[in-house]
Nanobody, 123 residues
Framework: VQLVESGGGLVQAGSSLRLSCAVS????????MGWFRQAPGKEREFVAA????????SYGDSVKGRFTISRNNANNTIYLQMNSLKPEDTAVYYC?????????????????WGQGTQVTVSS
């Protein structure tokens, strides 16, 4: 299973970005998928997760109301729409996945990880 993130970049505060994560897995629709982020010197932080059918999502408190996670099982891709970006959103963003019908909010719950994409928000 391979996960490849894209869409990161340098933006100004208040801007929007959309991250994508392409997943090579034959049974992608069985996977719960999540986004995490890690800033320098900090622990990896839960951002969002989405159940296999997209019917249930969960968000970290710091992004609730600003970020939206979605998935397209037809093309094995998940997305993270990030609006009203703040400098404190600056981090490397990782997508993660595991075969599960449940939502997982901890990094240890995921088996597969992408290489990460850098998001930098300037003030």
């Amino acid at each position: 299973v391979q996960l490849v993130e894209s869409g990161g970049g340098l933006v100004q505060a208040g801007s929007s970005l959309r991250l994508s994560c392409a997943v090579s897995a034959r049974t992608f629709s069985n996977y719960v998928m999540g986004w995490f982020r890690q800033a320098p010197g900090k622990e990896r932080e839960f951002v969002a997760a989405i159940r296999w059918n997209g019917a249930y999502t969960s968000y970290g408190d710091s992004v609730k109301g600003r970020f939206t996670i979605s998935r397209n099982n037809a093309n094995n891709t998940i997305y993270l729409q990030m609006n009203s970006l703040k400098p404190e959103d600056t981090a490397v963003y990782y997508c993660a996945g595991r075969v599960s019908s449940d939502i997982w909010r901890t990094a240890s719950g995921y088996n597969y990880w992408g290489q990460g994409t850098q998001v930098t928000v300037s003030s």
